[in-house]
Structures are given as structure tokens and as C-alpha cells.
């Protein structure tokens, strides 16, 4: 199992943000070896940051670079030129455009919003490959050498909802979890109430939640789930609230896709004070945040994106318009299981996590889950940007399955499944 924890002081990042808005490749694994230090290229990378290392989404992009170096056999001083607290606006472009002039051969952001200056930057230097990443529309804007990049996180929140769907059994096995005692954590027709804080009701945010509910469903079918939206990538205040709230609509298990231990954080106070609940976080080991109820974290290993990236360039090549990948490749895995978690998860998690990388198991298996009472047969998506960028329509469900980040490397389920509510209101 893919244990990814940062490197980088963890109670330092706990007060800061955990993680945000955040086709077919090549080898992941770097050929060349050699310390950092020791470079064996005159390759040089622009990386454009939205933050730096006191916040973890960028720290795990900081730490993703630096595999790579180290991977490669680089140095960051000969071959890494960094742009640190970058906001989405046109100072982007410009530290792409300097980043250029410096004599980068690759130039890559890590944010979403940098997306629309990067392309403004690729069509200004063609000979330049520039990555933006966690965009979208790369494939569509005409531009050969803009690149998107994204992981097939979907599988490691399934796999995190897996974990919690072991401890809802545990928990009703052992007699801990039953509606003679917490008739708040069950909805009238005997589901138990699971929920989860997101940011925004994005496709990336739905196909999370809702892979991570399938992973719990596996496990316990009886469970519903109340989602509820902060309209933030990071608010500590927002995301302890939401979670809160759906801790007192008698919710047992939080999940997230926020960028702060808020969720985790609220959660083991809640639980301190006599409440049944636990959490799943996002990116980073949320144990120090929450000790007795932090389960595991969905999280991406970067790493093995920019390897395959900056190899390909130092070799010549060109990267992939759209990558995507997960646990066959090591790009995505689970944080280290808490003690909390229930006895035999490790060895649960294991089979399933087998399952994904040889391709047996299916997150978004079309038998696991119906829209308003009826099974997907079909599920058409228009890969065009807005009004920006025109692409074709095409058909996500292949072979019993809805294909995500196949079409593109970003996510496009956005499919309301039943048995998951949206901003639900408070209990009275």
C-alpha cells in the first residue's frame, strides 16, 4: 500500500491548507539516477506555485519536483527555477513569460485558476511545454505545447471510503453504532448517516465524494450521505462548521475535499465531547490534527507526474496533452491507517487496492449505484470550455463502467447518484 506522508513539518502545515483545486503515458520511473547535486542535464523547469512550502497543496507539489530531481539525477539549484505565491491572476503569465526569458525548457503550474495565463504564455513561445496542472482544456485550445496533468484520485477516496466503511461495521458489530443509541445517526428507513465537507460542487469535487461513498457502500450498503459545500478551497472556520453541522445531523464518518484540518479538527472535538464520529481527510495524515478519530487521507504522489514529465522533455519527447493516472502507477494512494481504524482493515485495503491496479475493480461500476431510481446506460460529456473552446461530446460509460479521466485527465463525473444530498439543513 502507497503510504505518502510530507516531509515537511507537519505541525507547521496542520495550521495552514491541506490541499485544493487543485491519456496515456510514459515511463513514471526516471532512468538516468544520480544525487541531487550531481546534474546530468542542462534541462531547466519553471515551476509557477500558488503558494510555497508552508501550505501543503503547494508542499506536495514542492515535494513531487524534488522526487523528481532526485529521481533524474538534477539540482535544484542548476535545473528548478521557482516562483513562489503566485495568485491566478495575470502575474501568472508574467512568470511564465520571465520564466522563458531564464531559459526554461519546461514551464508548470500548480493551480487551476493559472490555467487561462499559461495558454496565454504557451501561444506567445511555442517551443516552450508548459503544464498546467489540474486544467482542463489543454487538448482543446489548439496549442501543442500546453499540457494538462491530473491523478486518478477517484481511487484513493474510494479506497479511504473503504477504510470508513470498516469502521461503520465494526462499529454496528461491536454494538457501539445502533439506533437505540444514536437514533440521530440514522435516517427513517435504517441508513446509517455518513458526510463530507467540499469546496465547491465541481465535477472534481463530486467525483471525489462520490467515489468515496461507493468505497464505504462497498463495504456497508445501508449508508447515506449529506454533502455540504463551503464555497472555499480554504476556510478553517467554513470547513469546522460544515463539519459540525452534519456531526449534529448525527453523521458518524466526515469526509473531505477542503484544504484545511478544519473538518478533522472539528471532528475530534465533537468526538471529545461524547460523539460518535471520525474523520477522512484529504492529501496529508490528519492524526496530528485529529489523534483518535483521523482514519486515513486520500493523497497524490506528484512525483511520479513530473519524473515522467521533465524525463520526457530532458529526452526530447513531448509530453502527454492529457495525464492521468492512479494506483497502477503509484500516483495516488492512502495515508498510513490510524489506530482508530477497524481490526483487518490493512488486509481489506490491500485486496482492494490489488483490485484497482490490475484493473478488476471499477470505482464507478454502473451496478453499484442508480440515478433517481434508474441504472446509467449512457452518459454523454461535452469537453468544451465554456463558450472559450469547443470539443466533441463523448461517451464517458465503456463496458459497464463510467471511464473517468479517460477523455481528459480531469475529472467530469458530475453525476447526482442516489443516496448522496447536497447542502443538506441542519436537524432541528
Not at 504564455?121 to 487538448?139: C, I, K, L, N, R
Not at 505545447?145 to 454496528?172: D, H, P
Not at 472559450?388 to 461517451?395: A, Q, S, W
Request: hydrophobic share 40%.
Amino acid at each position: 500500500m502507497k503510504k505518502k506522508v510530507l516531509s515537511f513539518a507537519l505541525a507547521g502545515l496542520m495550521a495552514l491548507g491541506l490541499f485544493g483545486c487543485g491519456g496515456e503515458g510514459g515511463s513514471a520511473s526516471g532512468s538516468n539516477g544520480g544525487a541531487e547535486g550531481e546534474a546530468n542535464s542542462d534541462i531547466k523547469v519553471g515551476v509557477i506555485l500558488l503558494g510555497d512550502d508552508a501550505e501543503s497543496y503547494t508542499a506536495a507539489h514542492i515535494q513531487g519536483i524534488e522526487e523528481a530531481v532526485s529521481n533524474l539525477g538534477l539540482s535544484e539549484d542548476k535545473n528548478i527555477i521557482w516562483k513562489y505565491n503566485v495568485p491566478e491572476e495575470q502575474e501568472c503569465y508574467e512568470a511564465a513569460v520571465d520564466l522563458v526569458a531564464s531559459g526554461c525548457d519546461l514551464v508548470i503550474s500548480n493551480s487551476y485558476g493559472h490555467q487561462t495565463f499559461m495558454v496565454q504564455a504557451a501561444a506567445e513561445y511555442p517551443d516552450v511545454q508548459f503544464v498546467s496542472m489540474t486544467g482542463d482544456f489543454a487538448a482543446i485550445c489548439g496549442l501543442d505545447n500546453m499540457k494538462n496533468a491530473f491523478t486518478n484520485i477517484y481511487e484513493a477516496r474510494y479506497v479511504s471510503g473503504v477504510v470508513a466503511g470498516l469502521k461503520l461495521q465494526e462499529l454496528v458489530e461491536t454494538g457501539e453504532l445502533t439506533q437505540e443509541k444514536h437514533p440521530e445517526s440514522f435516517d427513517g428507513e435504517g441508513n446509517i448517516k455518513v458526510g463530507y465537507v467540499g469546496a465547491y460542487n465541481y465535477a472534481e469535487v463530486v467525483s471525489g465524494y462520490t467515489a468515496f461513498f461507493l468505497g464505504i457502500r462497498s463495504v456497508m450498503p445501508n449508508v447515506v450521505m449529506e454533502v455540504n459545500y463551503t464555497n472555499s478551497w480554504f476556510d478553517i472556520d467554513k470547513e469546522g462548521a460544515a463539519a459540525e453541522a452534519l456531526i449534529a445531523n448525527g453523521c458518524v464518518i466526515i469526509g473531505q475535499h477542503a484544504d484545511s484540518t478544519g473538518a478533522p479538527a472539528a471532528t475530534e472535538k465533537e468526538y471529545q465531547a461524547g460523539k460518535l464520529c471520525f474523520s477522512v481527510g484529504y492529501n496529508v495524515d490528519m492524526q496530528e490534527a485529529a489523534p483518535d478519530t483521523a482514519l486515513t487521507s486520500a493523497t497524490n504522489n506528484w512525483g511520479v507526474y513530473y519524473t515522467y514529465a521533465i524525463e520526457t522533455v530532458m529526452n526530447g519527447g513531448q509530453i502527454d496533452t492529457d495525464w492521468a493516472k492512479g494506483y497502477a502507477d503509484g500516483a495516488v494512494g492512502i495515508t498510513e491507517l490510524s489506530p482508530a481504524c477497524a481490526e483487518g482493515t490493512a488486509e481489506y485495503v490491500e485486496e482492494v487496492e490489488n483490485q484497482l491496479r490490475d484493473g478488476t475493480l471499477h470505482v464507478f461500476d454502473t451496478s453499484k449505484y442508480t440515478v433517481d431510481g434508474q441504472q446509467v446506460t449512457s452518459d454523454m460529456i461535452d469537453l468544451s470550455y465554456m463558450d472559450t473552446y469547443e470539443g466533441e461530446t463523448k461517451e464517458a460509460i465503456q463496458d459497464g463502467y463510467f471511464a473517468e479521466s479517460t477523455l481528459r485527465s480531469a475529472p467530469y463525473f458530475a453525476e447526482r447518484i442516489d443516496g448522496i444530498t447536497e447542502d443538506a439543513p441542519p436537524a432541528e
